[in-house]
């Protein structure tokens, strides 16, 4: 990978988490010379040709931080080096999608040798590639012989070392991949949510420490939900357990659910997120002024409405308030009880 390409992901992951408008310099301490891992296509070549060799050499690098930042935060920026969720590891599955190309489209194992077999390039090491370079490589390869501008989306759909797996009282339990900025409360409603006997006031989270030990993390997600604790950032590993609620818990549950109903909540982006008392023609662009506006990080354009229908289970729509701000669609009416969602937007 060349320098300016980690330089470049350095800067930005610690732009993320970490510091603020840090400037990073990347050099080359080492570089031992490392046998060429070639790229030989199957017997079949379209009008007999053969595709060209290829190399990737990885290289030792030392990063150099032009901010001061402390010992443990520089260790932990280090570290995003061999840790990005995109880069490409041994026992991956990707999915490779070519735009319009179903013969060269599909789900790819990672090997343990860190190769996939791919239609007329045969093998290629993509172990330590980013998703985007691998990219780049296939669009560059398949541009030169066989497709002309080839469009191609890459995907890790399985991943050993970068799933996070959530049990028990949720809609659909299972192994996800670890993504950037993913969050307890962002994965399990990105999937379907809690189911209706989760207690949501007691999370557990299961996690192996720097010593492999193993600790419990618990999460009021109630609190996360109105605003009141921050959302709990997930890590490789990491078992999401959700219990049953006791009979006790289910009554207060009841209780506030009719308490609840009297007022509107407020959750996400949003300058003064929390609950506010409904009122008649309560419209969205309005109580969000009333709460603060949008921050910056707002995604205004998909603002995320639950609504309980008449025979008492949830519902949702996404509006887009952009639109609703810049005067193009109708502002929308909210209804007693309604929880408004709005997520941080991605870049």
Avoid: W
């Amino acid at each position: 990978m060349p320098l300016s390409e980690i330089q470049d992901s350095l800067k930005e992951n610690l732009g993320k988490n970490y510091l603020q408008h840090p400037e990073v310099r990347v050099i080359v301490v080492e570089a031992p010379r490392r046998p060429s891992t070639s790229i030989s296509a199957p017997g079949h070549h379209p009008s007999g040709s053969t595709p060209e060799a290829a190399s990737v050499r990885p290289e030792i690098v030392s990063v150099a931080p032009l901010t001061a930042v402390s010992p443990s935060v520089h260790k932990t920026a280090i570290d995003l080096l061999n840790t990005d969720l995109d880069i490409v590891e041994a026992g991956d599955k990707l999915n490779i999608q070519v735009y319009r190309e179903p013969d060269l489209s599909g789900v790819f194992s990672v090997t343990r040798s860190g190769k996939i077999s791919y239609p007329f390039l045969g093998e290629i090491q993509a172990q330590a590639l980013s998703l985007d370079k691998l990219k780049r490589f296939l669009c560059q390869k398949l541009g030169e012989k066989y497709i002309s501008n080839p469009q191609i989306e890459i995907s890790i759909v399985e991943s050993p070392s970068k799933s996070v797996s959530v049990l028990g009282q949720v809609s659909k339990p299972g192994n996800y991949i670890l993504t950037y900025k993913l969050t307890l409360f962002r994965l399990i409603s990105q999937n379907g949510g809690f189911a209706p006997e989760a207690a949501t006031k007691k999370v557990r989270i299961v996690r192996s420490n720097s010593d492999r030990k193993k600790e419990t993390i618990e999460v009021d997600v109630d609190r996360v939900m109105r605003g009141l604790d921050e959302d709990v950032s997930l890590m490789p590993g990491d078992i999401v357990m959700v219990d049953i609620r006791s009979k006790e818990d289910s009554k207060k549950e009841e209780t506030k659910k009719k308490d609840i109903r009297k007022y509107i909540t407020l959750l996400g982006q949003i300058g003064r997120p929390g609950n506010y008392v409904f009122s008649l023609h309560m419209t969205l662009i309005r109580l969000v002024a009333d709460a603060g506006g949008f921050t910056p990080l707002a995604a205004t354009g998909r603002v995320k409405i639950v609504r309980s229908a008449k025979d008492g289970n949830p519902h949702y729509f996404f509006v887009d308030a952009g639109r609703i701000m810049g005067g193009a669609a109708k502002d929308i009416e909210l209804a007693e009880g309604d929880l408004i969602i709005v997520a941080e937007t991605y870049f």
